[in-house]
C-alpha cells in the first residue's frame, strides 16, 4: 500500500514500510516576506539563501538574522542556510584564498547558529577547467580532506550539518571519498539535480546510489539538459519517475529542498507536480 500525505510532515507509506521526506523551499528576504504565510504554512523546511552574498554577511548579517527571527516566530518546521559560494575556494593553492573561504563559512555559520538551522550547503568547488598535469582530482580529494578536518570541529559545536553540494563535480566520486576521509557525521552530501543533468550530463541514479547512507539533502529543479534553469519537477527532460523510485527504494528520509524560479504560482505548480511522482 502506497499513501502520500500533505500538510505537516510529508510521509510515504511504501509495501508496509514507513518512509518520511521533509520537503522544502529555497528563500531569500524579499520572496519571503512578500509571501510568508504560503512558505510557512506549505513547507516542512525552508531554506534561507540570503547569505550567498558577500554584503549580506558584512553588512546586512545581523539584521537579516533579526528580521527572519521575529518573522519565523512559531514556525515548526526545520531551518537551513545555503553558504556564501561567489569567488571562493577552499581548495585554493592559495593559503590566503583558504582562510577567506573559511571565514566566509564561519561567518555564515554564526548565522546559521543564531537561527536554528540544522544544515549549512556549501558548493564543492570543482573546477573542470583545471587539470595539474593530471593529479586535480587527487589533489581536490587531499585538499578539501585538510580543509574540512580542520573547519569540521565548529559546525560540530554549533550543531549545524554541512553538505557539499556537486556544481560541476563530473560524478559522486570525489565528495564521496573526501566525506569517508573526514568521517564525521555533521558532514554528508547534497545531490543538485539540475546540475547534474545539465553542467555535466549526467543519469542521477548513479548518483543516488553512489552516495548511499552520506546523501542527507537534495536540491530538486529541473532543465533541458542544457543549462540550469530551474524549472518546476516535470517541466525539462530530467527522468523524475526513475529518480523517485530510487528515492523510495533507499528510504530516503531527508530533505528535498525545492530551488523552482518564480513566485507563488511557480511553487504552487511545482508541488502538483512533485506531489504526482511521489503518489
Given at each position: 500500500m502506497k499513501e502520500f500525505c500533505v500538510g505537516g510532515t510529508t510521509i510515504i507509506s511504501i509495501e508496509g514500510e514507513r518512509q518520511v521526506m521533509k520537503i522544502g523551499v529555497g528563500v531569500f528576504w524579499e520572496k519571503f516576506i512578500k509571501d510568508q504565510e504560503f512558505y510557512m504554512k506549505t513547507y516542512d523546511c525552508l531554506e534561507i539563501q540570503d547569505f550567498v552574498m558577500p554584503d549580506n554577511l558584512d553588512l546586512g548579517r545581523e539584521h537579516i538574522i533579526k528580521q527572519y527571527q521575529q518573522q519565523l516566530q512559531g514556525?515548526?518546521?526545520?531551518?537551513?542556510?545555503?553558504?556564501?559560494?561567489?569567488?571562493?575556494?577552499?581548495?585554493s593553492f592559495d593559503p590566503l584564498i583558504r582562510q577567506a573561504s573559511s571565514a566566509r563559512y564561519h561567518q555564515c555559520l554564526e548565522?546559521?547558529?543564531?537561527?536554528?538551522?540544522?544544515?549549512?550547503?556549501?558548493h564543492s568547488s570543482y573546477d573542470p577547467m583545471k587539470t595539474y598535469d593530471d593529479g586535480y582530482d587527487e589533489y581536490f580529494?587531499?585538499?578539501?580532506?585538510?580543509?574540512?578536518k580542520e573547519n569540521i570541529g565548529a559546525f560540530e559545536a554549533y550543531n549545524v550539518t554541512v553538505v557539499l553540494?556537486?556544481?560541476?563535480?563530473?560524478?559522486?566520486?570525489?565528495?564521496?571519498?573526501?566525506?569517508?576521509?573526514?568521517?564525521?557525521?555533521?558532514?554528508?552530501?547534497?545531490?543538485?539535480?539540475?546540475?547534474?543533468?545539465?553542467?555535466?550530463?549526467?543519469?542521477?541514479?548513479?548518483w543516488l546510489e553512489g552516495y548511499e547512507h552520506w546523501l542527507k539533502y537534495i536540491h530538486l529543479h529541473d532543465n533541458f539538459g542544457e543549462r540550469d534553469q530551474h524549472l518546476s519537477v516535470g517541466e525539462g527532460s530530467i527522468n523524475f519517475a526513475g529518480f523517485f523510485k530510487k528515492?523510495?527504494?533507499?528510504?530516503?528520509?531527508?530533505?528535498?529542498?525545492?530551488?523552482?524560479?518564480?513566485?507563488?504560482?511557480?511553487?504552487?505548480?511545482?508541488?502538483?507536480?512533485l506531489y504526482a511522482f511521489l503518489k
Amino acid at each position: 500500500m502506497k499513501e502520500f500525505c500533505v500538510g505537516g510532515t510529508t510521509i510515504i507509506s511504501i509495501e508496509g514500510e514507513r518512509q518520511v521526506m521533509k520537503i522544502g523551499v529555497g528563500v531569500f528576504w524579499e520572496k519571503f516576506i512578500k509571501d510568508q504565510e504560503f512558505y510557512m504554512k506549505t513547507y516542512d523546511c525552508l531554506e534561507i539563501q540570503d547569505f550567498v552574498m558577500p554584503d549580506n554577511l558584512d553588512l546586512g548579517r545581523e539584521h537579516i538574522i533579526k528580521q527572519y527571527q521575529q518573522q519565523l516566530q512559531g514556525y515548526k518546521g526545520i531551518l537551513t542556510v545555503h553558504g556564501p559560494y561567489i569567488d571562493l575556494q577552499p581548495t585554493s593553492f592559495d593559503p590566503l584564498i583558504r582562510q577567506a573561504s573559511s571565514a566566509r563559512y564561519h561567518q555564515c555559520l554564526e548565522a546559521a547558529a543564531a537561527l536554528k538551522c540544522k544544515y549549512m550547503i556549501i558548493h564543492s568547488s570543482y573546477d573542470p577547467m583545471k587539470t595539474y598535469d593530471d593529479g586535480y582530482d587527487e589533489y581536490f580529494i587531499d585538499q578539501n580532506t585538510n580543509f574540512w578536518k580542520e573547519n569540521i570541529g565548529a559546525f560540530e559545536a554549533y550543531n549545524v550539518t554541512v553538505v557539499l553540494e556537486n556544481i560541476h563535480d563530473k560524478g559522486h566520486q570525489l565528495i564521496r571519498k573526501v566525506l569517508e576521509k573526514v568521517n564525521s557525521p555533521f558532514l554528508g552530501a547534497c545531490l543538485d539535480t539540475g546540475h547534474a543533468h545539465a553542467l555535466v550530463k549526467t543519469d542521477l541514479l548513479p548518483w543516488l546510489e553512489g552516495y548511499e547512507h552520506w546523501l542527507k539533502y537534495i536540491h530538486l529543479h529541473d532543465n533541458f539538459g542544457e543549462r540550469d534553469q530551474h524549472l518546476s519537477v516535470g517541466e525539462g527532460s530530467i527522468n523524475f519517475a526513475g529518480f523517485f523510485k530510487k528515492l523510495k527504494e533507499m528510504n530516503y528520509d531527508s530533505i528535498l529542498m525545492n530551488e523552482i524560479f518564480g513566485g507563488v504560482e511557480a511553487q504552487k505548480r511545482n508541488l502538483e507536480n512533485l506531489y504526482a511522482f511521489l503518489k
